[in-house]
């Protein structure tokens, strides 16, 4: 699957390593109490994933890498880009990545959904 944004599987592994994940604060965030994938309050043991188009957009780790896993390169809030696609193909012409990333990816997902 790839759309305008969305991601080939060779690109989800990228993407999912340049996010940034940080444990859950209260006091830093305060824009949201909930995870807007899953509608879930955070709690103090949660990591959070903060997104680079608006220092509010922040959901729980494993809610984003499973939205990323589906092929999905777009902010659930604003709809803007999660990473440049096109700067990731540039990348990857220089060298292939394994699919074993993209299978454990998923693998891991789908067991959480369980």
């Known amino acids: 699957m790839r759309g305008p944004d969305g991601l080939e599987d060779s690109e989800i592994p990228q993407v999912i390593e340049k996010l940034n994940r940080t444990p859950f604060d209260p006091n830093k965030f305060t824009a949201e109490n909930e995870c807007k994938i899953c509608l879930m309050e955070y709690e103090a043991e949660d990591e959070l994933t903060q997104l680079k188009c608006d220092e509010r957009h922040y959901f729980h780790s494993d809610c984003i890498i499973r939205w990323i896993s589906e092929g ?12 440049n696609v ?15 990333s993209v299978i454990q990816a998923r693998r891991s997902n789908s067991l959480r959904r369980r």
Do not use: A, Q, W
């Open 72 to 83: 999905k390169n777009n902010c659930p809030l604003c709809r803007k880009p999660i990473e």
């Open 86 to 100: 096109n700067e990731l193909r540039d990348m990857m012409e220089g060298g292939e990545l394994s699919n074993d």
